[in-house]
C-alpha cells in the first residue's frame, strides 16, 4: 500500500493583535464541500487547525458545525448518500485520499459525543473497549493500567475505582459524559472532537467538563461544538463561527467576542439574530 | 376505560387459567416417575413417554443448532447490512415464511429429505422445525437489533472499530436480550408442533439410538394416543400434555434467567 500524497500543510498563523503561543497545523482543510444528497451542508471551507490548542465551533442550530466536524474523522462516511469534495489533510496526509485507512484515522483522531453513549458494559469494558478492538495493550495488567490512567485524566477514577465490574448505566449523566472522554483517551488519540459535550448536563458537570478541557489541551488537539458562547469563550484559545454551511470567521477567541473582523460575527455574537 | 381492558384481561387470562387448570386436572393422575423414565408398552401394561421426552429434546436441539444461528445472521444481515431491493425481498420472503402452515413444512420435507432417504430419521424433524424457527428467530433479531440505538454504533466506530466488529461485540450484546426472547419465542412455537413432525421424524415406540431413524416425539406420542380407543392411552395423553406444558414453562423460565438484564 501506497502512502497518500504528502500535502504542504500552510504555516498556522494566527491573529497578530493576539497573544497566542506559536503551534503548528495538525489539521488543514482546503475547499471544503459536503453534501447530503443533493443538498450541500458545507460550502467551501477553508480552515487551519493548530495543534495542542482548542478551537471552537459556534454557529446557529444547522449551520453545519457539527457537519464538519464529522468530516474530520469521517464519520459521515456512515450517513447514507453523503458526499465530501475538496481536501482534508492530517500532518500532511489527505484523509479522504483512497488509500487513507479510515480505522486508523479515526484512532488518531477521537470524539466525544452530544449525547453520552456508554456501552452497556461494565465501566472498565467501556474504556477497555478501543484498547482491545485495536490490540494496543499486550497483558492484562497493562491493560488495567491505561484504563487506570484515562480515568484519571478523565477525572472521573476517583468517583469510579471501586466499581469498575458494574455497569456504566448506573452513572449519571455528567459522569457518562466523562466516561465516554476517558473512552476517547484511553487510545491515546491525537486529536479530540467534541460535539456539544456538555448540553445535556447541569452546570456542575458543565463546569467539570470545561475543566477537562482546560487539562486536555496540553497534549492533545482539541476542536469543540459548542451552542453556547459563554462556554466557548471560557474554554477554548481560537473560534470558528459558522453560518448556513459557510464559515465567516476564524479568529482568537478573545477578538472575536470582543472585536471580531466580520460584521454577520458581530450580530450574531450580540444576539441580533441565531 | 380501564376497567374494559382490565375486564378483558381477565377474560384472555381467565380462559389460560382454565386450560391451565384442566389439564393439570386430567393428567396428574397418570403421572408418575416410571411414567417420565420407561417407554410405551402394550394397552394395559402401563409404560410411560420417556422416549418421547428424550426424542422431543433431541429434535428440538437439532432444530436449534440448525435455525437459530441461521434465524440471527438473516436477522443481522437485515437490519445491519441490508437496505436495498435484495433485503426488501429477503424481508418479504421471511414474512412469507412465517404465514406458511406447518404442515406445509412437513410435506416439504418429506418430498425433499424423506423421499430422497428413503425413511423417516431425526434429521428430518429436526430441518422441519428450523424451518419454522427461522423466520421467527430471523424477525424479532431484526428488529430488536433496529431498536440499539445508533449512537453506540457511532461511538465504537469513533473509537476505530471495524464494522464487523461494532456489529459483533457492541450491537449483538446490547440486542442480547431482546435476540434470546426471540429465540424463546420460536423454541416454545416449535415445541408444539406435531403437524411437521408426522411424516418427517414419524414418532418411534423405542428410545432414539441414532439421529437417521425414526424418532419419538412427546407432541406425536400425545397425537397418537389421543385418537386411540383405549382409556388408559387418553390418560397417558392427558399427563405427557402437562409434561409438555411444563417443559416448555420450564424453558422460558430458564431462558428469562440466563439472559436476565446485567447492564
Redesign the interface.
Known amino acids: 500500500m501506497s502512502t497518500p500524497r504528502q500535502i504542504i500543510t500552510p504555516k498556522f498563523e494566527v491573529n497578530r493583535r493576539a497573544a497566542l503561543p506559536p503551534r503548528e497545523t495538525k489539521i488543514a482543510v482546503e475547499e471544503l464541500n459536503f453534501f447530503y444528497g443533493r443538498t450541500q451542508a458545507l460550502h467551501k471551507i477553508t480552515l487551519n487547525i493548530p495543534e495542542r490548542m482548542v478551537m471552537a465551533f459556534i454557529g446557529p442550530s444547522g449551520c453545519g458545525k457539527t457537519t464538519f466536524l464529522r468530516t474530520l474523522?469521517r464519520?459521515n462516511d456512515?450517513i447514507?448518500g453523503t458526499r465530501v469534495e475538496g481536501m482534508v489533510a492530517m500532518d500532511g496526509q489527505d484523509i479522504y485520499a483512497p488509500v487513507a485507512d479510515v480505522?486508523?484515522l479515526?484512532?488518531k483522531v477521537?470524539?466525544v459525543?452530544q449525547?453520552s453513549?456508554?456501552?452497556?458494559?461494565?465501566i472498565f469494558d467501556n474504556v477497555a473497549?478501543?484498547l482491545r478492538?485495536?490490540q494496543l495493550t499486550s497483558s492484562k495488567s497493562e491493560l488495567e493500567d491505561r484504563v487506570a490512567a484515562a480515568l484519571q485524566d478523565a477525572a472521573l477514577w476517583s468517583e469510579v475505582k471501586d466499581r469498575l465490574k458494574s455497569?456504566?448505566?448506573g452513572l449519571s449523566g455528567g459522569q457518562q459524559q466523562r466516561l465516554?472522554i476517558a473512552?476517547?483517551l484511553a487510545?491515546r488519540p491525537e486529536v479530540i472532537l467534541m460535539d456539544e459535550p456538555a448540553s445535556a448536563l447541569d452546570p456542575i458537570a458543565t463546569s467539570k467538563i470545561e475543566e477537562l478541557i482546560v487539562d486536555l489541551k496540553k497534549q492533545y488537539t482539541i476542536v469543540i461544538v459548542t451552542h453556547n458562547m459563554q462556554q466557548a469563550a471560557r474554554v477554548s484559545d481560537l473560534t470558528a463561527f459558522f453560518l448556513l454551511g459557510k464559515l465567516i470567521e476564524v479568529n482568537a477567541t478573545e477578538l472575536m467576542f470582543t472585536a471580531p473582523d466580520e460584521k454577520l460575527t458581530e450580530d450574531y455574537i450580540t444576539g441580533r439574530f441565531g | 376505560m380501564t376497567t374494559l381492558t382490565a375486564l378483558c384481561t381477565l377474560v384472555a387470562i381467565g380462559i389460560l387459567a382454565i386450560i391451565l387448570g384442566y389439564i393439570a386436572m386430567r393428567g396428574i393422575g397418570a403421572l408418575n416417575l416410571r411414567f417420565l423414565v420407561d417407554s410405551p408398552r402394550p394397552v394395559g401394561e402401563g409404560g410411560g413417554i420417556g422416549n418421547a421426552i428424550v426424542g422431543s429434546a433431541v429434535l428440538l436441539l437439532l432444530s436449534c443448532a440448525v435455525g437459530i444461528p441461521l434465524g440471527i445472521a438473516t436477522g443481522v444481515y437485515l437490519s445491519e447490512f441490508g437496505?436495498g431491493m435484495f433485503s426488501s425481498v429477503v424481508r418479504f420472503l421471511v414474512d412469507t415464511l412465517t404465514g406458511i402452515p406447518s404442515i406445509v413444512t412437513g410435506v416439504f420435507i418429506y418430498a425433499v429429505v424423506v423421499l430422497r432417504m428413503k425413511h423417516f430419521s431425526a434429521f428430518a424433524g429436526g430441518i422441519a422445525l428450523a424451518l419454522i424457527m427461522i423466520p421467527i428467530v430471523a424477525r424479532t433479531t431484526e428488529e430488536m437489533i433496529k431498536l440499539v440505538?445508533h449512537?453506540?454504533?457511532?461511538?465504537?466506530?469513533?473509537?476505530?472499530?471495524?464494522q464487523w466488529?461494532v456489529t459483533l461485540?457492541?450491537v449483538i450484546?446490547?440486542a442480547a436480550s431482546g435476540i434470546a426472547t426471540g429465540a424463546m419465542l420460536a423454541i416454545a412455537r416449535v415445541s408444539g408442533e406435531t403437524a411437521p413432525l408426522l411424516f418427517t421424524a414419524f414418532g418411534s415406540r423405542f428410545f432414539p439410538r441414532n439421529l437417521n431413524e425414526p424418532i419419538a416425539s412427546l407432541t406425536v406420542q400425545i397425537y397418537n394416543y389421543a385418537i386411540s380407543p383405549y382409556d388408559e392411552w387418553h390418560a397417558q395423553a392427558w399427563a405427557a400434555t402437562l409434561v409438555l406444558m411444563t417443559l416448555i414453562l420450564g424453558i422460558n423460565i430458564l431462558v428469562r434467567f440466563l439472559t436476565r438484564k446485567?447492564?
Open positions: 474523522n464519520m456512515v447514507p480505522v486508523e479515526r484512532r477521537g470524539m459525543f449525547k453513549n456508554p456501552f452497556p458494559k461494565s473497549y478501543g478492538i485495536n455497569s456504566a448505566l465516554c473512552r476517547a487510545i | 437496505g440505538p449512537s453506540l454504533r457511532e461511538g465504537a466506530l469513533a473509537l476505530g472499530a471495524p466488529r461485540g457492541v450484546p446490547a446485567k447492564f
